[in-house]
């Protein structure tokens, strides 16, 4: 995935903002969602059109709580928002993975903003993956899976 000088940007401000206390599981709301603040090790990915014609941002978080990974998220579309349900159907099949399993998939549940700029100001919702967190060290990575539409 390319970085373009915006998303770097946003890396940049990550960077400079503390990181904040871990919710406990009792501040889950009935949908099992709740709110924490972008920190400096949320990472960031999207989807970019060749054209550039309706790009999608989003930064997210694996958080480790309570024995148990929760996916913590906030994004914005960029450009003609006439591609939005494209671009809902291509995120659903973002994956989320530790340790190469899959632990979640799609950001449907992310905070969604209207522009890119207000990410790193708004609050990601996080809701349980259900997968449990490993011993030891992990990695996490985001699979990208392939789309194909018609348009």
Not at 2 to 21: N, Y
Not at 36 to 65: C, H, M
Not at 74 to 88: C, I, P, Q, T
Not at 117 to 135: F, L, M, R
Request: proline share 3%.
């Amino acid at each position: 995935m390319k970085l373009t000088l915006k998303l770097l940007a946003i890396v940049g401000l990550l960077g400079g903002l503390s990181a904040c206390e871990e919710p406990t599981a009792d501040q889950l709301n009935s949908r099992g969602i709740f709110t924490v603040p972008i920190t400096s090790d949320f990472e960031v990915g999207g989807i970019r059109w060749q054209d550039d014609r309706a790009n999608y941002t989003y930064v997210f978080k694996l958080l480790p709580l309570d024995g148990q990974f929760y996916l913590c998220g906030v994004g914005a579309m960029e450009g003609d928002r006439s591609f939005m349900s494209l671009n809902r159907r291509a995120l659903a099949k973002h994956s989320f993975r530790v340790n190469g399993t899959e632990v979640a998939r799609g950001t449907q549940h992310f905070n969604e903003v209207l522009n890119i700029d207000d990410i790193v100001q708004s609050p990601a919702y996080c809701k349980a993956t259900g997968a449990s967190v490993p011993e030891g060290n992990y990695n996490v990575e985001v699979e990208v899976l392939k789309s194909k539409f018609v348009i």
